[in-house]
């Protein structure tokens, strides 16, 4: 599975949106990105994933570059709750597709 | 709440002690797995069971042995542990082995 960059940590003023880069420059065609967080010593939340379109929930939105080397979560609107790590993660969707976890971006939310 | 729970939440065990952890989903998935995550570290995969069956054991030692009894439960048992071995325990299931992995709440284990 390609590897990912993201920033080791990010604040962001409660209310405003959270913009969280990540890059995948050596991304297949087959790998689809996922974004989990995990909010302190609990277990990792799954958020959103993607292929090549954006894509929207609930939760955030998922922005993908059209050459697909890189993404943007967007948190539109942050919360206090909102504090965790995020981690962006590249993998096949397939029979042997892992999840691999890197270090994330921890995201800090103030008041 | 994602339909994975994990017993015990904390444990402390000394080195001699066996004990168990158990993970249970209550989503239908059919894929369920084990990871390590130990302080400042990335999460570690450790054991992938398909349909009850392992397909995976990435290179975990003997001291950890898994057991799927049915696609909903998943244990862990543990003996003769080291205190390195204390760590975050996390479970986690997906429909098929490839699809959206969900995870439990994890058990923090301190190892004496």
């Known amino acids: 599975d390609a590897k990912t960059t993201q920033p080791p940590s990010m604040d962001c003023a409660e209310g405003r949106a959270a913009n969280l880069p990540c890059n995948h420059s050596?991304?297949?065609?087959?790998?689809?990105v996922y974004w989990y967080r995990q909010i302190h010593s609990q277990g990792p939340q799954y958020i959103i994933h993607g292929l090549k379109n954006n894509e929207t929930n609930e939760m955030a939105s998922l922005i993908i570059t059209e050459d697909r080397k890189s993404s943007t979560l967007i948190l539109p609107h942050a919360t206090l709750r909102d504090t965790a790590v995020y981690y962006c993660?590249?993998?096949?969707?397939?029979?042997?597709?892992?999840?691999?976890f890197g270090a994330g971006t921890q995201v800090v939310v103030t008041p | 709440e994602t339909g994975v729970t994990q017993t015990p939440r904390h444990l402390v065990m000394g080195m001699t002690n066996k004990k168990s952890l158990k993970c249970e989903q209550h989503l239908g998935h059919n894929a369920m797995y084990w990871y390590k995550q130990s302080a400042k570290k990335p999460l570690e995969l450790m054991f992938v069971y398909n349909f009850k069956e392992q397909t995976e054991n990435n290179s975990v030692p003997s001291r950890f042995s898994p057991e799927c009894p049915n696609s909903s439960h998943l244990f862990l048992h543990l003996h003769t542990l080291q205190p390195e071995d204390s760590a975050l325990y996390l479970c986690?299931?997906?429909?098929?082995?490839?699809?959206?992995?969900?995870f439990g709440p994890g058990t923090r284990l301190t190892v004496l």
């Open positions: 993660i590249v993998r096949v969707v397939d029979s042997w597709g892992k999840l691999q």
């Open positions: 050596t991304i297949s065609g087959n790998e689809y």
């Open positions: 986690a299931s997906s429909q098929d082995r490839g699809d959206t992995q969900y």
